[in-house]
């Protein structure tokens, strides 16, 4: 099982979603036949370092916290 994520840099002047790292992670993640439990995310950061923009780091552990529950569930499924 596994998920894609990337980092993108909030700033004003940049176009936002320039790239999408984590879409190509999640379609490699695809071909190389890993059962993907959640669509690839995107979290916003100042600068190229960091740290994560206000209130991404409640959304990543959401997201993260979801994977983990669908996880789980399809292990429980699995016999």
Do not use: N, Y
Not at 23 to 50: C, M, N, P, Q, Y
Not at 56 to 71: H, I, P
């Amino acid at each position: 099982m596994g998920a894609a994520f990337d980092t993108h840099v909030e700033h004003p002047k940049l176009l936002r979603h320039v790239g999408s790292a984590a879409a190509k992670i999640e379609r490699r993640l695809r071909a190389l036949g890993v059962d993907v439990v959640s669509s690839h995310e995107h979290f916003w950061v100042h600068g190229s370092e960091g740290p994560l923009v206000d209130g991404e780091l409640e959304r990543a552990r959401s997201w993260a916290k979801g994977m983990a529950v669908r996880a789980e569930q399809d292990t429980a499924r699995t016999p």
